[in-house]
Protein backbone atom coordinates (compact mmCIF):
# COMPACT_ATOMS: atom_id res chain seq x y z
CA UNK A 1 0.00 0.00 0.00
CA UNK A 2 1.53 3.36 -1.32
CA UNK A 3 2.44 5.54 1.72
CA UNK A 4 3.15 9.19 0.42
CA UNK A 5 4.75 11.65 3.77
CA UNK A 6 5.36 15.70 2.55
CA UNK A 7 7.44 18.26 4.28
CA UNK A 8 8.92 20.80 4.17
CA UNK A 9 6.32 23.45 4.23
CA UNK A 10 6.67 26.52 5.53
CA UNK A 11 5.41 30.60 6.41
CA UNK A 12 8.40 32.29 4.03
CA UNK A 13 8.20 35.94 2.29
CA UNK A 14 8.14 36.94 -1.47
CA UNK A 15 11.30 35.81 -2.95
CA UNK A 16 12.39 33.36 -0.48
CA UNK A 17 12.97 29.47 -1.06
CA UNK A 18 11.88 26.12 0.17
CA UNK A 19 12.50 22.75 -0.59
CA UNK A 20 10.03 19.96 -0.07
CA UNK A 21 9.98 16.70 0.50
CA UNK A 22 7.96 13.49 -0.19
CA UNK A 23 9.14 9.75 0.95
CA UNK A 24 6.99 7.24 -0.44
CA UNK A 25 6.49 3.88 0.65
CA UNK A 26 4.73 0.81 -0.50
CA UNK A 27 6.55 1.00 -3.82
CA UNK A 28 9.57 1.62 -5.50
CA UNK A 29 9.30 4.94 -7.47
CA UNK A 30 12.26 4.86 -9.98
CA UNK A 31 10.05 3.14 -12.73
CA UNK A 32 7.61 5.36 -12.41
CA UNK A 33 6.38 9.02 -12.89
CA UNK A 34 6.18 11.66 -9.27
CA UNK A 35 3.47 14.13 -9.33
CA UNK A 36 4.09 17.37 -7.23
CA UNK A 37 0.76 19.33 -7.00
CA UNK A 38 -1.07 22.36 -4.92
CA UNK A 39 -4.45 23.41 -4.21
CA UNK A 40 -5.14 26.89 -3.05
CA UNK A 41 -7.77 28.14 -1.25
CA UNK A 42 -11.29 27.39 -3.58
CA UNK A 43 -9.29 26.20 -6.05
CA UNK A 44 -8.90 23.01 -7.99
CA UNK A 45 -5.71 21.12 -7.22
CA UNK A 46 -3.27 21.48 -10.36
CA UNK A 47 -0.08 19.76 -11.31
CA UNK A 48 3.34 21.91 -10.96
CA UNK A 49 5.87 19.59 -11.31
CA UNK A 50 6.26 15.84 -12.78
CA UNK A 51 9.76 14.10 -12.96
CA UNK A 52 9.74 10.65 -15.39
CA UNK A 53 11.27 7.58 -14.51
CA UNK A 54 14.50 8.73 -16.80
CA UNK A 55 14.77 11.98 -15.02
CA UNK A 56 13.21 14.17 -17.34
CA UNK A 57 11.21 16.97 -15.95
CA UNK A 58 7.83 19.53 -16.96
CA UNK A 59 6.73 22.53 -15.17
CA UNK A 60 3.89 24.37 -15.47
CA UNK A 61 4.17 27.61 -16.83
CA UNK A 62 3.96 29.73 -13.68
CA UNK A 63 6.51 28.07 -12.31
CA UNK A 64 8.74 27.50 -14.91
CA UNK A 65 12.87 29.12 -13.98
CA UNK A 66 11.75 28.93 -10.03
CA UNK A 67 11.00 25.35 -9.08
CA UNK A 68 13.18 22.26 -9.49
CA UNK A 69 11.90 18.54 -9.18
CA UNK A 70 14.26 15.83 -8.49
CA UNK A 71 14.20 12.72 -6.79
CA UNK A 72 16.45 10.17 -5.07
CA UNK A 73 15.17 7.02 -5.86
CA UNK A 74 17.48 5.07 -3.67
CA UNK A 75 15.51 6.45 -0.44
CA UNK A 76 12.29 7.02 -2.57
CA UNK A 77 11.97 10.91 -2.07
CA UNK A 78 11.12 13.64 -4.33
CA UNK A 79 11.83 17.18 -3.91
CA UNK A 80 10.66 20.34 -4.95
CA UNK A 81 12.77 23.03 -4.67
CA UNK A 82 11.37 26.17 -4.38
CA UNK A 83 13.22 29.77 -5.21
CA UNK A 84 11.73 33.18 -5.85
CA UNK A 85 8.40 32.55 -4.16
CA UNK A 86 5.10 34.79 -4.79
CA UNK A 87 2.53 34.91 -2.75
CA UNK A 88 0.22 33.20 -5.35
CA UNK A 89 2.26 30.02 -4.82
CA UNK A 90 0.71 29.80 -1.23
CA UNK A 91 -1.10 26.32 -1.48
CA UNK A 92 -1.06 23.33 0.06
CA UNK A 93 1.62 21.09 -1.55
CA UNK A 94 1.20 17.40 -2.32
CA UNK A 95 2.66 14.63 -4.31
CA UNK A 96 1.38 11.37 -5.57
CA UNK A 97 2.85 8.67 -8.34
CA UNK A 98 1.87 6.88 -11.08
CA UNK A 99 2.19 6.29 -14.67
CA UNK A 100 2.61 9.58 -16.90
CA UNK A 101 -0.68 9.65 -17.71
CA UNK A 102 -2.57 9.25 -14.32
CA UNK A 103 -0.35 12.21 -12.90
CA UNK A 104 -1.75 14.21 -15.99
CA UNK A 105 -5.02 13.46 -14.69
CA UNK A 106 -4.29 14.18 -11.21
CA UNK A 107 -7.02 11.45 -10.40
CA UNK A 108 -5.68 9.55 -7.49
CA UNK A 109 -8.24 7.51 -4.79
CA UNK A 110 -4.86 8.47 -2.24
CA UNK A 111 -2.57 11.36 -1.65
CA UNK A 112 -1.18 12.08 1.47
CA UNK A 113 -1.73 15.20 4.10
CA UNK A 114 0.39 17.82 2.24
CA UNK A 115 2.53 20.40 3.28
CA UNK A 116 1.53 24.13 3.79
CA UNK A 117 3.29 26.88 1.81
CA UNK A 118 2.60 30.39 2.57
CA UNK A 119 4.36 32.90 0.94
CA UNK A 120 3.72 36.32 2.89
CA UNK A 121 5.00 39.55 4.51
Known amino acids: QVQLVESGGALVQPGGSLRLSCVVS????????MGWFRQAPEKERELVAH???????HYTDSVKGRFTISKDDAVKTVYLQMDGLKPEDTAVYYC???????????????WGQGTQVTVST
Open 96 to 110: NIGTWSEILKGQFDY
Open 26 to 33: GTTISIKT
Open 51 to 57: IGPGGVT
